[in-house]
């Protein structure tokens, strides 16, 4: 069994910027890709960004050029800088990773942290 703990969402106000991580342990052999995503009220849970083991990464058009997703590939860990935040990034955001525990590659979330972004 693997688990994703997240940390570090918050409120902040537009502008400001947070920092999120996502620790991912249990059995693991290895870790494909990992991402953020996230679901504000009402609407459908959607990419944040995509980063792979070897370190491409891939981002929604929405927040290119102020988030940056990086990785620690030692310690199974995943981040999400977020800077000149708006309001529109209001929502909760989840950790994805696939992970390889002995048999075939499996997605796992993790519980969701708040990010609020007031103006």
């Known amino acids: 069994q693997v688990q994703l703990v997240e940390s570090g969402g918050g409120l902040v106000q537009a502008g400001g910027s947070l920092r999120l991580s996502c620790a991912a342990s249990g059995t693991i052999f290895s870790i494909n890709f990992m991402g953020w995503y996230r679901q504000a009220p009402g609407k459908e849970r959607e990419l944040v960004a995509i980063i792979t083991s070897g370190g491409r990464t891939n981002y929604a058009d929405s927040v290119k050029g102020r988030f940056t997703i990086s990785r620690d590939n030692a310690k199974n860990t995943v981040y999400l800088q977020m800077n000149s935040l708006k309001p529109q990034d209001t929502a909760v955001y989840y950790c994805?990773?696939?992970?390889?525990?002995?048999?075939?590659?499996?997605?796992?979330w993790g519980q969701g942290t708040q990010v609020t972004v007031s103006s």
């Open positions: 994805n990773a696939d992970v390889h525990s002995g048999g075939p590659f499996y997605d796992y």
